[in-house]
């Protein structure tokens, strides 16, 4: 599907309010003034824009930016988001998978296998490859705390999504990062991926699952990621073309080999997406677990989504007791 920029931009927009009463386009939201936000970039990104005055700008990026998908900031970029973290001192990253983010001397690779068990696991599903790294911490059941070192920042990409304690995992996190250490995240927006059908996540969902210690994906969640998604083309989710017929017309066969999946799994772990964010949900719930004592990761800087994309930044700090 070829779109051009501009149509792309116009079609967010008008997807954007005709679902939503100009009443509600207009107001202020607490978590949207806290989107990274650069006005100078800004101005110099959009034309359209470039008598505005600073402040008239951040009215404009808060109202209407954000979900046309125009930048906020030059971080909020994948390309130089990965920059800042690739000249950290040291890095581990987690869940690499076949294709990692970062490579170099200062980074070292988590995952639930090695190199050699991922590369099967590409081959087997058609992943293409890129350079495997060598693992150098292994947990199939996806616990940190086998990394017996500390390091000046983490770094994961469409991995938070599928903890099933993200809790547990923040404080994991913690334990690694050296003092004031940071944790980068590239994290999928629900609005423009197979998730737009869910709600987003709440602060309960993740705090229940935390008392309940869970360390698998329940029978609702391997359900709804094999049976209920929607597609995963971002332009098409941007232009408000959420319907997946093909998968529809699928779908009593999808329940039945998810509920099969499950019951042979027996207990083991089945690897689907737990949680939903957008980046304003996802600094609220952070900002909650932060203020409720549950984490000592604080988020510094929440990047929006880019026009186009499906994924936004993020960017939360260690806070030394």
Known sequence: MVVRFQTLRRAARGTYRRLVPESLQLKIGRYERKIEFDPQFYRSGNPDLAAYSDSDLAKHFIKFGQREGRLGSRRAIKKHFVEQVAAEASVLEIGPFVNPT??????KYFDLCDASELAQRASAVGWV????????YVSSEGDLSVVTETFA??????????????????????KLLDRSGKYYLIVPDKRYCFDYV?????????????????????FQAVIEHRAFVSH???????????????????????????????????????????????PCSFLHIVESLYDLKYTRLKPTRVFNTPLGHLDFCAILEKEEA
């Open 129 to 136: 490859q890129g350079l495997t790294p060598d693992i150098h």
């Open 198 to 218: 869910f709600d987003e996540t709440s602060v309960d969902e993740i705090k229940q699952a935390h008392k309940e210690r869970r360390r698998r994906h329940s």
């Open 153 to 174: 920042c983490a770094f994961s990409s469409h991995c938070i999504e599928h903890q099933p304690d993200l809790i547990r995992h923040f404080n994991q996190v913690e």
């Open 102 to 107: 970062l490579s170099g001397e200062n980074v």
């Open 232 to 278: 995963n083309d971002p332009i098409r989710h941007w232009i408000g073309d959420h319907w997946d017929a093909e998968r529809e017309d699928k779908k009593e066969r999808l329940i039945s080999a998810a509920k099969k999946e499950f019951a042979t799994a027996d207990g083991a772990y089945i690897d689907v997406h737990a949680w939903r964010f957008t």
